[in-house]
Structures are given as C-alpha cells and as structure tokens.
C-alpha cells in the first residue's frame, strides 16, 4: 500500500503580503515560515504520527503505537519555498530531498508587469547545489534556470494535465510499500487531489492547505483511495499559524 503525505510549504514572503502587487516570482520563507519548519520537521521525525489501524468499512480501529511516519521517499518542487521547507524535514527524518520539477506552483515562476505576466528563469543547478547540498537534481535541469525565461506563464488546464501526470505516477506506485512525502504549493495540491479523487468540476470549489498542513491518502489498490485526513496542523502552536 503506497502512503502519500501531502505537506504545502511553509509560510513566503507572497504568503505575507496583504498586497500582492508587489509580489516575488519565487520568494523565500518569511522568519514564521522558517520557524514551522522546524516544528514541521521535528514532528515527521520523531513525532507520533497519531494514526490508527482503521477498517474504514466498519470503523473497527486499533492504536498503531509508532513514533514516526515511516517516510520512504521526499520530493519537492524547485521553487525556494518548498526547497527550504524540505530541507529541515530530510535531516529530521534521514532521507534526501529529491527535487520533482512537476509539483511546481500553478504558474510556474513569474512576475505581474504592466498588467501581463513574465516568466522569471527560477533556480539554477548551481544555485541550488550551493545552498541545498545534497539534494538529488533531476537530468533535465537547465544550467540557466529550470523554468528558464523562454517558458511561457502555465494556464490553468496545463496544470490540470501537469496534476494529472503526477497523480499516474503516484499510482504506478500504489501497491507498492512506499510512504511518500510531497513538499509542493497549495493550488497544485487542490489540483492534485482533485484529480486523485476524481472530481472532475475542478474550479467550482477550492481545498484550503494552511502552510506546512499534512494531508494523508493511502492507496487500497491502482483505483482506491483511503483519504485518512486533510490540512492537519498538529504540529503548529496557535501562534504560528498561517
């Protein structure tokens, strides 16, 4: 069975401002957002995931009584916010962040000028071998840029389809013993788990994902899904919310 940990990233500079005509075409982590980090990672690494063995047929459940989450696999996005914020977590948990360019925001990397929207070249390999050592960078990484000037803004269907070849993947996978965590954005997980949970009127309604929330599913088979829990904040004191 293939365990998928949904983690939005923590809080960014975008995420900070009221007025979002100034905002940053991949802003860092704001100083909260550095500091759910760390609670984030503390709690993957040594927290108790308070997880039950559940028959979701008949509700009958009984306590796991683990400490961790068992995480198998972590992938991240390119995008600073989520490199940083899957940083914390592989040193806590032992594993290493790979980098899955597919799991990118809903727009790829941009700026707002004089009412269009210009692509911005994103972080470079060695960009990223400097300040995240260690994590695995995927072939098709560009030197200058992995989104790279030249790519236009992503429309909202493309990344529908983009949700749509991460969720194959992931089932590919689904009998597998994996427990994988994904550290993405909050628009491509509405995406993603619309389209792993097949609801197919996408834009009518939206999942709001608190910075560092976990969403759990777990895969019974290639065709169903057992959704365990949405936007879970345990780890979070009040005050560092967002």
Not at 114 to 129: D, Y
Not at 137 to 144: G, L, R, S, V, W
């Amino acid at each position: 069975m293939l365990t998928i940990y949904l983690i939005r990233h923590a809080q960014s500079a975008n995420n900070a401002m009221a007025d979002q005509t100034d905002r940053l075409a991949d802003p860092p982590l704001t100083e909260l957002g550095r500091e759910q980090t760390q609670h984030l990672a503390a709690y993957l690494g040594k927290g108790d995931s308070r997880d039950l063995d559940a028959d979701f047929r008949s509700g009958y459940s009984t306590r796991r009584g683990v400490t961790s989450f068992g995480i198998t696999h972590l992938y991240c996005s390119a995008m600073h916010r989520a490199l940083q914020t899957a940083q914390p977590v592989g040193r806590a948990i032992g594993v290493t962040p790979e980098i899955w360019l597919e799991l990118h925001e809903v727009g790829g990397v941009y700026l707002d000028v004089n009412n269009g929207r210009n692509s911005q070249p994103g972080k470079t390999r060695l960009e990223i071998e400097t300040e995240f050592a260690g994590f695995t960078i995927p072939e098709a990484f560009t030197p200058d840029g992995w989104w790279g000037l030249k790519r236009a803004y992503e429309e909202r269907e493309q990344a529908l389809v983009r949700a749509q070849l991460v969720a194959d993947n992931l089932r590919q996978r689904a009998t597998s013993d994996d427990v994988v965590a994904l550290v993405t954005h909050g628009t491509f997980s509405d995406r993603l788990l619309k389209v792993l949970l097949g609801q197919s009127d996408v834009y009518s309604f939206f999942y709001m994902l608190y910075n560092t929330s976990i969403t759990r599913l777990d895969f019974l088979d290639e065709k169903r899904l057992l959704v365990r829990y949405i936007n879970r904040i345990d780890h979070l004191p009040a005050e560092l919310m967002s």
